[in-house]
């Protein structure tokens, strides 16, 4: 069988100095499948999202027990380059946070860190990862203007096809669409079908009728535990356990 | 993924920079223990009860530098007393009351400008303006009127800044119990923006301790001990950065210079100390 | 109802007359720091015009000869604009890269506890008196210069150059650190998700976010090198040469200072013209200053 499960968390736990956030962790997520992560603020999706691609170790006072495997390599062993991981594993944040810089360079930054591309070859890659993200027709005629002067639904596509432009395998998104209106919104979840048929993509999300509209599977985390995970139409046809059923219910969160 | 990966030159690049950045800390860290040390090393052993309570004696062949102690005191209580009425005094104008946009602007170039300004200009100032326009001698009057003109833009700015820092809501609550603009600023304002005035008026007595420039041609470099306060006045006296100047370069006393540079480092240090304890304890009443 | 509203007017006749005193005082202060420019800036141009036109505002400023004594005088102050200049330029380039990496490791690299102890450090260096800058300079580095270049004085241009750059650090190191800290942690996060060094992420995204406050810095520290005249006049020599870097030279700063105290007349009218010119070049570096500032605000 083809690997299935891309990354495994196994008894994954972490503590902020004296605080637990994450109770001993057992999610697998398959490939080339979209997984939603949801609960209540501060049940810890966020942070457990952040340990995909050790975001966590920006972080002072954070402590991780437990192991996180990507293709059956443990990341957290003392050998592992971070920023090769990193490149594997791409992330797009809760606020689009594009560098202030024009457009193209911010699609070029990340090609220009790991490889030697010519200028053909780097206009190439950065029109593919525009196109990708659904944001090339927008912007191809203004590309070497401020990142920071398109609207905060293109914003957050330009971060899609940043993250894009180092060929990850991997896409985590912290919530990408909280920032944004619901055309935007709209937009983006569109884009992440897509996405899908060449990426695994692992999304955070406080709305939860957009984790049962876009994702494949989804995994319930409640202050700290992981109380439940399966294929989305099972846990919002069937939850199997009472919290999650009150969770999705809307009975509270 | 394994360590190896990361390419050799992105590892170089980034171990040749990290490498800079400390070794400029080093640089940085390095100087100021390295000037401290050596100054205090060279200087303390030359500072004795004598040399602090006594005037130069030319018949004993001795050197002191009381009067040269009271000189700077002298010369920063009355600059304090022009400036601070002055700079406070502007500041709450800038803050509170002017309702003129372009007016506000006018001043705080005005301000930025002064700040800019290097300290020989306002030796040219004073000499010309005070010493050969208003007449007076070369003496302390005419180095604190120099003073006072150069260290009005610090005041200004620092009282603006801690005047800025009270929030509106205390205005508004004083002026909903009917309080009038004047009585609001006495009662509300100032307390409550004192930390960051004093600290500004440190930092002012700070240059004014360091300056030397300014004061070598309008205070000049007097050395007789002039304890009453209304003759010194007039008198030419030398401040003590002014002294490090004179018998660093006219006398070649080294030891004597080392002596003055301990102490001026003495009092910087006391002066940064003074910033951090008001800091604190003056924070929010 | 009467003796109360008649209590009630004059309390508010002395109120008002309280009111609009205070007002009108402390308009009258604000308006002091007004003309105290005002005055500077005149007093500058209406003394320091005279002696420029006697002697022709070229030949002042392109002469390259300095005699304002003796029977042949002659009035050119190229010497000291250059001798400014470079000084100014030397101190940039030894100063700005250590403050900059310094502002970096504290602001990026250093754990906040030693960043501090070293902050508080820079500060005191920022407050030690220019004196003790040139009387160290002149106990220490001169002779050093001398031995190492094998120079018959130490009291050099370079040494000039190497004593302003330690004193123009802490304002470069305090105001790019406050820059480098404003920049959002996002921008930073962003690069690491892409995986970027550390190194890779404070060059190519937080020193370019926070260029115009790092711009800000330099301008300020050339302001004070430019501006600074006790600390020069101890090492540089004081001689009116056009300037070379092993030789004694005379800044626009120090040619004042060295015949203030005695010039008179002409000679005298001459040092504000000097004066003048030192002004016009500080106004120029405030204007970029604010310049800089502006668009820093923008981004």
């Given amino acids: 069988m083809i690997e299935m499960n891309i990354i495994c968390a196994k008894k994954l736990c972490l503590y902020y100095r004296d605080f637990q956030a994450l109770k001993d962790i057992d999610l697998d997520v398959p490939a080339r499948e979209i997984t939603a992560l949801i609960g209540p603020s501060g049940c810890g999706k966020s942070t457990f999202l952040r340990t995909l691609n050790r975001m966590n170790d920006l972080i002072q006072g954070v402590k991780i027990t437990g192991e996180v495997t990507y293709h059956g390599e443990n990341i957290y062993a003392g050998q592992v380059d971070v920023t090769a991981l990193r490149k594997s594993i791409g992330m797009v944040f809760q606020k689009p946070n594009p560098f202030p810089m024009s457009i193209y360079d911010n699609v070029a930054y990340g090609p220009k860190l790991h490889d030697n591309l010519s200028k053909a070859e780097l206009n190439d890659l950065v029109e593919r990862s525009l196109r990708g993200a659904a944001l090339w027709d927008e912007v191809k005629d203004r590309l070497k203007k401020s990142a920071l002067s398109l609207s905060g639904g293109q914003q957050q596509r330009l971060c899609i096809a940043r993250a894009l432009s180092v060929s990850p395998d991997v896409l985590l998104m912290d919530e990408p669409t909280s920032a944004l209106d619901p055309a935007s919104t709209m937009k983006i979840e569109e884009l992440m079908g897509h996405l899908k048929q060449d990426y695994t993509v692992v999304i955070v999300t406080h709305n939860m009728q957009q984790a049962a509209r876009i994702s494949d599977r989804t995994a319930f985390f409640l202050t700290g535990d992981l109380v439940e995970s399966g294929k989305t139409d099972e846990i919002f046809s069937m939850p199997k356990d009472k919290r999650t059923e009150d969770y999705i219910t809307g009975r509270f969160g | 993924m394994k360590n190896g990966r990361l390419p050799l030159k992105r590892r170089a690049y980034s171990g040749f920079l990290m490498g800079l950045i400390g070794l400029s800390a080093a640089i940085a860290v390095g100087l100021i223990v390295g000037l401290i040390g050596y100054v205090f090393y060279r200087g303390l052993g030359h500072i004795s009860w004598e040399f602090l309570s006594t005037a130069r004696s030319a018949l004993r062949g001795t050197i002191g530098i009381l009067p040269n102690i009271l000189f700077t005191l002298f010369l920063i209580i009355t600059t304090l007393a022009i400036v601070l009425p002055i700079g406070i005094g502007a500041a709450i104008y800038l803050n509170e009351y002017a309702t003129s946009r372009r007016l506000v602007r006018i001043i705080e170039f005005a301000t930025e400008t002064l700040a800019g300004i290097p300290s020989i200009i306002y030796a040219l100032v004073g000499v010309l303006l005070f010493i050969q326009g208003l007449g007076l001698r070369v003496s302390i009057l005419a180095g604190a009127l120099t003073l006072s003109i150069l260290s009005l833009p610090t005041i200004v700015r620092t009282t603006q800044e801690a005047l800025r820092t009270v929030p509106v809501s205390y205005r508004e609550g004083a002026f909903a119990l009917g309080a009038t603009k004047w009585y609001m600023i006495r009662t509300i304002i100032l307390p409550s923006s004192l930390d960051g005035i004093v600290t500004g008026v440190i930092l002012a007595v700070g240059r004014m301790v360091g300056e030397s420039a300014a004061l070598l041609f309008t205070a000049g470099t007097g050395y007789f001990l002039v304890t009453n306060y209304f003759e010194a006045l007039h008198a030419s006296g030398g401040t003590l950065s002014v002294m490090l100047f004179v018998y660093a370069t006219e006398h070649g006393n080294f030891d004597v210079s080392f002596a003055i540079a301990s102490i001026l480092i003495f009092i910087v240090l006391l002066l940064n100390f003074g910033v951090k304890l008001v800091k604190r304890k003056l924070r929010r009443i | ?299």
Avoid at chain 3, 86 to 115: D, E, Q, W
Wanted: net charge positive.
């Fill in chain 3, 1 to 299: 109802m009467r003796p109360y509203n008649a209590f009630l007017g004059v309390h508010m006749k002395t109120k008002n007359i309280v009111e609009k005193t205070m007002q009108a005082v402390f308009f009258a202060l604000g308006m002091v720091t007004i003309i105290a420019v005002a005055t500077i800036s005149a007093f500058l141009i209406i003394n320091g015009i005279p002696a420029i036109r006697e002697i022709g505002l070229w030949a002042f400023l392109s002469g390259q000869e300095w005699r304002s004594t003796g029977a042949n005088p002659a009035f050119g102050i190229l010497p000291f604009i250059l001798t400014s200049i470079y000084s100014t330029i030397g101190a940039i380039l030894i100063g700005v890269p250590i403050g900059l990496m310094t502002a970096i490791f504290l602001a990026k690299v250093a754990n906040p506890r030693l960043a501090a102890v070293v902050n508080t450090a820079v500060e005191l260096l920022a407050g030690i008196p220019s004196v003790v800058y040139g009387f160290v300079g002149m106990i220490v580095l001169v002779p050093l210069v001398q031995r190492t270049f094998a120079l018959a004085s130490g009291a050099i241009l370079l040494s000039a150059i190497l004593v302003l750059s330690v004193m123009i650090l802490p304002g470069i190191i305090s105001v790019s650190r406050t820059a480098l800290a404003a920049v959002p942690r996002e921008y930073e996060e962003a690069s690491f998700a892409l995986g970027a060094t550390k190194t890779e992420t404070i060059f190519k995204v937080s020193v370019p976010a926070a260029k115009s406050g790092i711009a800000a810095g330099v301008v300020l520290g050339i302001g004070r090198a430019i501006g600074e005249v006790m600390a020069v006049l101890m090492v540089m020599g004081n001689v009116p040469n056009m300037p070379n870097l092993f030789e004694p030279a005379r800044s626009l700063t120090t040619a004042i200072a060295m015949e203030l105290s005695y010039a008179t007349g002409f000679q005298r009218q001459t040092l504000l013209s000097i004066g003048l010119v030192l002004f016009c070049f500080i106004m120029m570096i405030n204007l970029i200053l604010n310049f800089a500032l502006k668009r820093g605000y923008k981004a």
